[in-house]
T-cell receptor, first 113, second 113 residues
Framework: EAGVTQFPSHSVIEKGQTVTLRCDPISGHDNLYWYRRVMGKEIKFLLHFVKESKQDESGMPNNRFLAERTGGTYSTLKVQPAELEDSGVYFC???????????FGPGTRLLVL | DQQVKQNSPSLSVQEGRISILNCDYTNSMFDYFLWYKKYPAEGPTFLISISSIKDKNEDGRFTVFLNKSAKHLSLHIVPSQPGDSAVYFCAASATDSWGKLQFGAGTQVVVTP
């Protein structure tokens, strides 16, 4: 069974540019989460999808971040325009309905210059 | 407001000895706790979990202990092996939070020969 995949693995952009991160969850997992780790600190929750619906987006930093999960399969996280403080590692995780464990992808390392 | 804390940023242990990692939390609504292991440039990998109705869970070399009254949990690794060298994250969730995880800042474990 394929795990959670994320694309790209790395992205280097300039301040003011736009970047879109993609996450493909484990097949059949209705729950999809985005997290971010900044500067080696704790991993922080951004938002949670159940199928295509946003269940909780309380961790989204501001309106420069837009997450979508059209069709309830893969998800995208767009940052527009990117700022220096957006640099970090963005992780996606998925969980099966009724399951308790979240499975993480390898992350996308974003550097905003 | 960090609700999950790992106060030891690093731990060095000899191969074959016991590694003990500690984690404290402040939110009494947390009822499920997990430990994740993370290698460089990879996503967190689920290691072991415990529900708040238990005080101990064991899986091979890994044992997690939960002390609800002290709001404290610990991970014991016995015996420690070189492949255990990684960053270990403690995470917690509450039933009404749809699996949203709150993470500690992580503890870097180095197992020396």
């Amino acid at each position: 069974e394929a795990g959670v995949t994320q694309f790209p693995s790395h992205s280097v952009i300039e301040k003011g540019q736009t970047v879109t991160l993609r996450c493909d969850p484990i097949s059949g997992h209705d729950n999809l989460y985005w997290y971010r780790r900044v500067m080696g600190k704790e991993i922080k929750f951004l938002l949670h999808f159940v199928k295509e619906s946003k269940q909780d987006e309380s961790g989204m930093p501001n309106n420069r971040f837009l997450a979508e999960r059209t069709g309830g399969t893969y998800s995208t996280l767009k940052v527009q325009p990117a700022e220096l403080e957006d640099s970090g590692v963005y992780f996606c995780a998925s969980r099966a309905t009724g399951g308790e464990t979240q499975y993480f992808g390898p992350g996308t390392r974003l550097l905003v210059l | 407001d960090q609700q999950v804390k790992q106060n030891s940023p690093s731990l060095s242990v000899q191969e074959g000895r016991i590694s003990i990692l500690n984690c404290d939390y402040t939110n009494s609504m947390f009822d499920y706790f997990l430990w994740y292991k993370k290698y460089p440039a990879e996503g967190p990998t689920f290691l072991i979990s415990i529900s708040s109705i238990k005080d101990k869970n064991e899986d091979g070399r890994f044992t997690v202990f939960l002390n609800k009254s002290a709001k404290h949990l610990s991970l014991h690794i016995v015996p420690s092996q070189p492949g255990d060298s990684a960053v270990y994250f403690c995470a917690a969730s509450a039933t009404d939070s749809w699996g949203k995880l709150q993470f500690g800042a992580g503890t870097q474990v180095v197992v020396t020969p």
